[in-house]
T-cell receptor, first 114, second 113 residues
Framework: DTAVSQTPKYLVTQMGNDKSIKCEQN?????MYWYKQDSKKFLKIMFS???????INETVPNRFSPKSPDKAHLNLHINSLELGDSAVYFC?????????????FGQGTRLTVV | DQQVKQNSPSLSVQEGRISILNCDYT??????FLWYKKYPAEGPTFLIS?????DKNEDGRFTVFLNKSAKHLSLHIVPSQPGDSAVYFC????????????FGKGTKLSVIP
């Protein structure tokens, strides 16, 4: 059973398009995240949601909009895609209370904007 | 400004020997440190962690050492196995209740049979 699953695994799209990446966790965690790994291999946090509420919103263009319909899902919508958005996007989850600090990551979505 | 630094992008070690991966940090507010392992085309997998109140944590072949005064931590793998070949990320949390992990750039470990 996959603990944190994100779809699609690969996404190739043209500049200007709008796309979504879905993420689901079956661990019962109350906090979910989106991280971006750029071409320089840095893993940087983009957003964090705790119990469906936005907790962290790093300096990310407002073309990126996370949506959390429930505690188990955190989807990432990206509007007007640009070449610089090409990266690997990782979803993750953790338990804020009573659990360890470690976050569990999905397998990543490699987004290529052409 | 990199708050978590892994200055060695790669490391090669013979099977059976010790692998030592290093990590330095600059933020004195970090209170919890983690190591993640990542295989190609997979997400990072949690490996081991250490609280800032400790200086050592051991789990099987993996040991993490923390030197707070030097703002340095290291991951020791002994004995190293070919399956340990992966990218290792050091990460840090800034205070209880913080939801954010700050990652280093990673060190690619190659264990040679």
């Amino acid at each position: 059973d996959t603990a944190v699953s994100q779809t699609p695994k690969y996404l190739v799209t043209q500049m200007g398009n709008d796309k979504s990446i879905k993420c689901e966790q079956n661990l019962g965690h109350d906090t979910m995240y989106w991280y971006k790994q750029d071409s320089k291999k840095f893993l940087k946090i983009m957003f964090s949601y705790n119990n469906k509420e936005l907790i962290i919103n790093e300096t990310v263009p407002n073309r990126f909009s996370p949506k959390s319909p429930d505690k188990a899902h955190l989807n990432l919508h990206i509007n007007s895609l640009e070449l610089g958005d090409s990266a690997v996007y990782f979803c993750a989850s953790s338990q804020s209370i009573g659990g360890g600090t470690e976050a569990f990551f999905g397998q990543g979505t490699r987004l290529t904007v052409v | 400004d990199q708050q978590v630094k892994q200055n060695s992008p790669s490391l090669s070690v013979q099977e059976g020997r010790i692998s030592i991966l290093n990590c330095d940090y600059t933020n004195s507010m970090f209170d919890y440190f983690l190591w993640y392992k990542k295989y190609p085309a997979e997400g990072p997998t949690f490996l081991i962690s250490i609280s800032s109140i400790k200086d050592k944590n051991e789990d099987g072949r993996f040991t993490v050492f923390l030197n707070k005064s030097a703002k340095h931590l290291s991951l020791h793998i002994v004995p190293s196995q070919p399956g340990d070949s992966a990218v290792y990320f050091c990460a840090a949390r800034s205070g209880a209740g913080s939801y954010q992990l700050t990652f280093g750039k990673g060190t690619k470990l190659s264990v040679i049979p």
